[in-house]
C-alpha cells in the first residue's frame, strides 16, 4: 500500500483538484436472542479518489493497493459529462482531537449480552433480543492542495428488544445506546430493565384520546422533531432542489422566540461525532433556527459554493464505496431556562416520550410521529400511561407553537438514512412544550 508521501505526490501531479479517502474497519458483532448467541467479525479496508474537472465530479472506489487505477477512473469519468457543479474555496481550521476509547473484544461482547440478556427476563415477556457492535474506524483524507488529515474512532453502539403478549395482544419496549468511549455498564443494564419496562406496561396500557391537545416531548422526541422535521429540511442539497419547505425561508421567522435548534459534528457526547467530513472540511456547529428564525444550513463544499457560503463540514460519506452527500452529525434543541415541573404543570396535555416511527415530507413540512410511551397530564399530575398515540402538524406551524423550553439535556443515538447511504447520528435536546397539536 502507497505511503501518505506517495499519494499526496500522486495527487499533487494532477492539474485538476482531486482528493482520496482511505478506510479501515476493524469491527466485532454480538447478537443475543432468547439465550442463543450469534457472533460476527471481521476486517475490511478500501479507498477511493475523486476528481473535479469542467464542473464534473468522478469517482472511483477499490482497494488502497489501487489508488494510482482509481486516479486514473475518476479523471474518466469526470471527463466523459459537462456538468455545473462548482468548487468553492476551502475553508482552513484546526481540527478537534478525542481521547480514543478501548473495546472489550468478542469474548467480552459475548459475555456482556449474556447477561443483559437476563436482565430482561419477565412473566409476560416471551422475546428478549441483545445487539452490541463494536467497531473501530481508521479514516485517511488526502487531496492534490497538500491537505493530510487522519482520524480515528471506537464506535461503540447497543439495542434491546422486550416483546410481550397478553392474550392476543403483543407490545415491544425497545432501548439503544451509543458511545465512541467505552462500554458503560451501568447505562447498558439501565437501557435493559427500561426495555423490560416499556414492554411490560404497554400490555396494560388502554387507547389514548383523540384530538388537538398540548404536549410535553421528552428529550428523545424533542431531539427526533428537530432531526426529522427541521434537520432535513436545512440540508443544503434539498434547498437548491428546491424540496425544501425552507428554501427560501433564510432569516425569516418560522418559530417561536424561545425555540434555538443546531447541528454540531464536534459535540463530544453525540454518537455523530466527527472532526472532519468525508470532503476533510472540519466539522463547524451550525445554528439552523436561532430564537425562532431560519439561521443556516447543513453544507458540502459543492453546496457551498453554489449557494455563496462558508462550507461547514456537513460533507459525509458512509464507506470509501460512497460519494459525499449532505448530512446532520448531532441535531438538537438549545435548553431553556424553564424546570421540567413547570412544562408538566397544564390543566390538561399530554407527556409523549420517544418515537416508535413516522414520516415526514420536508417540501410540504407536514409530519406524523408516532409515540413511543405517552402520558395523559391532568391538573400538572402525570396520569397511568396510554398506548396508541401519534402527532401530526407541520414543521412551522409546531415551532410557533411552542410555549416551553426546559433546562434538561439528552442524547438519543442512531442512524439516519439518505441515497441510499447509513451514517451515525445523535439527536437530543431538552423537553419542550408544544400548546397545541392533533393527536391521533
Partial sequence: MMEPD??????????????????????????????EVQVNSGTEKGANVRLFKNGCWGFASGSPEEMPKLLRKAKELASMGKCKSKLGKRPTGRLKKWKR?????????????????????????????????????????????????????????GRFSSVGREGKRVEEGGERFSSLKKWDKEKLFMHAKEAKRKCSESLDADPAKKGEFSIVMDPALAGVFAHEAVGHACEADGIIEGTSIL??????????????????????????????????????????????????????????????????????????????????????????????????GIKEGLYLKGMSGGSVDPFTGQFMFRCEEAFPIKKGEVGKRVRAVSITGTIMGTLLEVDGVANDFELSPGFCGKSGQNVRVSDGGPHVRVKKIRVG
Wanted: proline residues 2%; aromatic residues 6%; negative net charge.
Fill in 6 to 35: 506517495s499519494i499526496l505526490s500522486l495527487l499533487g501531479k494532477e492539474k485538476h483538484f482531486c482528493e482520496a479517502r482511505i478506510e479501515r474497519l476493524e469491527f466485532s458483532s454480538v447478537r443475543y436472542k432468547d439465550g
Fill in 101 to 157: 476509547g478501548k473495546g472489550i473484544g468478542v469474548d467480552g461482547l459475548v459475555k456482556l449480552s449474556r447477561e443483559l440478556g437476563k436482565q430482561m427476563r419477565g412473566k409476560r415477556i416471551r422475546n428478549r433480543s441483545v445487539g452490541l457492535f463494536e467497531q473501530m474506524d481508521s479514516l485517511e483524507y488526502y487531496n492534490s492542495t497538500g491537505e493530510e488529515k487522519n482520524e480515528k474512532n471506537l464506535v461503540l453502539y
Fill in 247 to 344: 428554501r427560501d425561508k433564510l432569516g425569516e421567522k418560522i418559530g417561536s422566540g424561545i425555540i434555538t435548534i443546531w447541528d454540531d459534528p464536534a459535540l463530544e457526547e453525540g454518537f455523530g461525532r466527527y472532526s472532519f467530513d468525508s470532503e476533510g472540511v472540519a466539522g463547524k456547529k451550525v445554528e439552523l433556527i436561532k430564537k425562532g428564525a431560519v439561521a443556516g444550513r447543513m453544507h458540502s463544499m459543492e453546496t457551498a459554493a453554489e449557494l455563496g457560503e462558508e462550507p461547514n463540514g456537513h460533507g459525509r460519506a458512509e464507506s470509501y464505496a460512497s460519494s459525499p452527500i449532505v448530512r446532520m452529525s448531532n441535531t438538537c434543541i438549545e435548553p431553556g431556562e424553564q424546570e421540567v415541573e413547570e412544562l408538566l
